[in-house]
C-alpha cells in the first residue's frame, strides 16, 4: 500500500508565502515521478509542477518564477514552496507521485490541501 499525505495548506494574504510537504509511505515501489497539480471551484485539476528521479522540473505557466518544487529522496518527501501568492492560485493542492511495483507504473495522489489566497 502506497500513502501520501499532504501538508502546510492554510489561509494566505495575496504576496505571501506558504510551503506544502507530501510524504510518501508504504512499500515494495520505487518512486519515478513526484509532483503537485491543483483543482479550483468549476475548473479542471491541472498539473503545477513535477520533478522526476534526475531532478529535472517542469512547471505551469501560471507558477514559472513563483513556485519552486524540490524532493528530498531520503525521506521520500517531495515539497512545494510557492511565493507571491495571488488568489487565483486558490485550489486544493493535491500531491502525487508515478511509482513502479512489480514492474508496472502506477499513479497515487494524496488526500489534497486546501490553499486560500485572500485578504
Known amino acids: 500500500q502506497v500513502q501520501l499525505v499532504e501538508s502546510g495548506g492554510g489561509l494566505v494574504q495575496p504576496g505571501g508565502s506558504l510551503r506544502l510537504s507530501c510524504v510518501v509511505s508504504?512499500?515494495?515501489?520505487?518512486?519515478?515521478?513526484m509532483g503537485w497539480h491543483r483543482e479550483a471551484p468549476g475548473k479542471a485539476r491541472e498539473l503545477v509542477a513535477r520533478i522526476i528521479s534526475s531532478g529535472s522540473t517542469n512547471y505551469a505557466d501560471s507558477v514559472k518564477d513563483r513556485f519552486t518544487i524540490s524532493r528530498d529522496n531520503a525521506k521520500d518527501t517531495v515539497y512545494l514552496q510557492m511565493n507571491m501568492l495571488k488568489p487565483e492560485d486558490t485550489a486544493v493542492y493535491y500531491c502525487?507521485?508515478?511509482?513502479?511495483?512489480?514492474?508496472?507504473?502506477?499513479?497515487?495522489w494524496g488526500q489534497g490541501t486546501q490553499v486560500t489566497v485572500s485578504s
Open positions: 508504504g512499500s515494495d515501489f520505487s518512486i519515478v515521478t
Open positions: 502525487n507521485i508515478d511509482a513502479k511495483r512489480s514492474g508496472y507504473t502506477f499513479r497515487y
